[in-house]
């Protein structure tokens, strides 16, 4: 979404590969993302006992994983050496300077985890480990020339070589390497590939982003076995023809380069689940990709279409759609042909009607409109019952649009107007969004809150910065959930007294407030400190009513009548109020009006 921290969720797609959404496509290797996952299992089977300590200690001869990750070890321990029957290690983020020549003895490791230290040459005992079958060495700035002992592990199926500095990939790791299924090169150097890697024929994944390939490197054409290629952020100017030959690629990556436009020859890639084209010059897309019937998500922000492609709403397949800055001021009537999309983003972009057609998708769960120019959203979005994160933020909204409170799965809200109309009210029919968890309405020019917010168990974040509030209401205190509450650069000069019964409330961002109570000194020191000034403010007010209550029970007991009483005759400069009876009597005398 529009908002530039919270506004961006994580996707699980196909049990494969973590794609985060917004605020656009980015990807993670799949090994990577699960790394945590396999550690857990691994731990529950044979891990005995976790290395964790800087000074690693001896643990059972049993010991087949061990995790000496982030550790600050600066050396591999001869301890971890001596645990013969290792097969997977873990040594990446620490400050490990070299490989010992003591790793040789690693015969049953077939996991090596080395990336993210300071590792530079690579001694010739690593090409001894005959069991090898995936190595991590990125993040490591390697001579090129070390790189050649690789090529020894002809076991390997994983190489990642992700930032390690290649200008170029020895030829020997694509001659002797057979077995390689997954070749990581993003964030190097490259401008080609060497001819060798044609060897690669059991090749299923291969990533070289942000590299400098000007020309796509055609000897991948003939890699059959391809289903994962990322090209993204390079400065490719065409895809070959010959990319039609890859009948078994899944998932293509070719956002940020130069591409004006797209073979026609790519339809036969039948099996694609996953394009994006993010990021170009594309203008229009090839007839013929309609046959590509199997896409599940499409990237196509950053280009100028000016109009949806027609054969796009042939793809009834597609579950996440990013048409985000694409000069769109409309939708085809076709559009509603997407009934299995489940992401939209269409933000940025100069829509000023919301298009009607997206309200037939009902299995959307997330639609980005922001910075559009929408006025009003039509009583038809109750249509979107599984909806639930909305961007709004940025448009021409005149008041707050009231058909949003039939969105009841709606959990993120995003409506605030950085650009655009400022909404100067929030209804109190918004505790109608009983699911809702972050309501962002920052940089309009809010007065006051509605009440209605303390009766919304559910919500986590609220975001107000930026508007002309003066004070919260006391009902506020009553959103237990709540986590994030962002006030700066409003009006406001207190808060409320129980604020601080919000007890899983971790973020309170107070800054360019006139604060008087609590004062801005007090402020700037942080939560603890704001709640203890409450508490404390709590117990003088708690006293100072328990005095007036024993004053006034000490005024009505001596006969001065009631405590009000006592203040008018105050107010009007007259003594105390005598008891009711009558005036006291004269020393020696009966009471006037007293008989006896």
Known sequence: MHHSSSGSRCVLQNGLELTVILP??????????????????????????????????RVTDRTFFIDGSNQGLKTIPSEILALKELEEVHLENNQIEEIPQGIQQLQNTKVLYLHNNSLQDLCPELGALSSLESLDLSGNLLVISS???????????????????????????????HHLELFGLSENFLESLPKEIVNQ??????????????VFPCDLCVLYNLEVIDLDENKLKSIPGDIGQLVRLQ?????????????????????????DLSHNSIHSLPSSLELLTELTE????????????????????????????????????SFKCLVNLRFLDLSQNHIEHFPVQICALKNLEILALDDNKVRQLPPSISLLSNLKILGLTGNDLLSFPEEIFSLISLEKLYIGQDQGSKLSSLPENIKRLMNLKELYIEN???????????????????DCRHNLLKQLPDAICHTRNLRELLLEDNLLSCLPENLDHLVNLKVLTLMNNPMVDPPIYVCNQGNEAIWKHLKENRIRKMMATMIQAWWRGIMVRKGYGSYEELLKARKKGKSPPKDKKGKKAAKGKPAKGNKK
Request: glycine share 4%; net charge positive.
């Open 444 to 462: 309009n020019r809010l007065e006051q809150l509605p009440a209605s917010l303390g009766l919304m168990p559910n919500l986590e974040v609220l």
């Open 251 to 275: 998932k293509f990556y070719v956002a940020s380069n130069h591409l004006m436009s797209l073979p026609e020859s790519l339809s036969q890639c039948s099996k694609l689940s996953v394009l």
């Open 201 to 214: 024929t059991k090749l299923r994944e291969i990533y070289l982003k942000q590299n400098h390939f000007e």
């Open 24 to 57: 656009r496509l980015h990807r993670f290797d799949i090994t990577d993302t699960f790394k945590t996952l396999t550690k857990e299992l691994l731990r529950q089977e044979h891990l005995s006992k976790v290395l964790q300590k800087k000074e690693p200690h």
């Open 147 to 177: 790189l050649h002992v690789v090529s020894h592990l002809r076991t390997l199926r994983e190489l990642r070589l992700y930032r390690t500095g290649l200008t170029e990939i020895p030829t020997g790791i694509c001659k002797s390497l």
């Open 298 to 333: 499409v990237g196509l922000s950053g280009n100028g279409l000016e109009k949806v492609p027609r054969l796009l709403c042939s793809w009834v397949s597609l579950h996440l759609l990013y048409l985000r800055n694409t000069s769109l001021h409309g939708l085809r009537r």
